[in-house]
């Protein structure tokens, strides 16, 4: 069964945020251009108003000729307003860009959640931290501390070890490798005998301090949400 780490998913969701920020920025970048390239000059009213002057030789009328200053002073007020529009336009694209990438990450970062919590409601446990002392015959789990004997030590050490050098181990190579003799001359069933003595003896223990706890002087409780409690 393939397995995924922590890493590797955080190294998926840095790639996954990193191509919808691009694509957001690329799209607000062209959106953008477009808006800037299709609004209409500044100076478009007063180009106009210029060659109505230039093509109207005849007009030398005084009121004609306030007429058109009027129009002059409207297109540089419109020129100027425009230009306000052009910079209010651009902020807003900033800021949208902004919430757009931050509305981003917030769902990648839910997604990965998702899938995480999902791995640890398959898993059952996640374990995030594995300390084996054989001084103290004590096996550490995530923060938690569980008593073993020798033997079931041993035999944990023994996984662990093959664990971090990803190698599978049958029951006569434990047994082989706890004891000190050649694989040859010990038995499968040996050592399929100290495994279930390990998960029996860890089992129960990881039973009692996640499922059924003991209250000193008081009894014993489920620790768990009572409304997940279902009896049929």
């Known amino acids: 069964m ?16 990193g191509v919808g920020i691009a694509a957001i920025v690329v799209l607000l970048a062209g959106a953008g251009v477009l808006l800037m390239w299709t609004l209409p000059d500044a100076n478009a009213f007063n180009a106009q108003v210029e060659r109505i002057f230039v093509e109207n030789d005849n007009l030398a009328g005084q009121a004609e000729i306030r ?17 306000s ?14 919430l757009l990438l ?56 023994v996984l662990a070890e093959a664990r971090m050098d990803d190698e599978l181990l049958s029951g006569a190579q434990i047994e082989a490798m706890i004891s000190g003799r050649d694989a040859s001359d010990c038995e499968e069933a040996a050592g399929a005998t100290r495994i279930k003595r390990l998960r029996d003896g860890l089992g129960n223990q990881l039973v009692s301090e996640l499922l059924v706890k003991t209250i000193a002087r008081k009894g014993y409780v489920l620790a768990i949400d009572k409304t997940v409690i279902e009896v049929v």
């Not at 393939?2 to 945020?17: C, H």
């Not at 529009?85 to 860009?97: D, E, K, N, Q």
């Open 67 to 83: 007429l058109l200053e009027i129009l002059a002073q409207s297109g540089t007020a419109f020129s100027d307003t425009l230009a």
């Open 85 to 98: 529009y052009r910079m209010v336009i651009f902020v807003l694209l900033v800021f949208a860009t902004a």
């Open 2 to 17: 393939p397995i995924t780490s922590a890493t590797d998913a955080r190294r998926a969701g840095v790639r996954l945020v």
């Open 102 to 157: 931050a509305a981003l990450v917030f769902l990648v970062m839910l997604v990965v959640l998702n899938r995480r919590m999902a791995q640890i409601e398959r898993s059952g446990i996640q374990v995030s931290s594995l300390v084996v002392s054989r001084e103290e015959n004590t096996v550490y789990l995530n923060t938690m501390g569980f008593k073993l004997t020798e033997a079931m030590i041993e035999t944990l050490a």
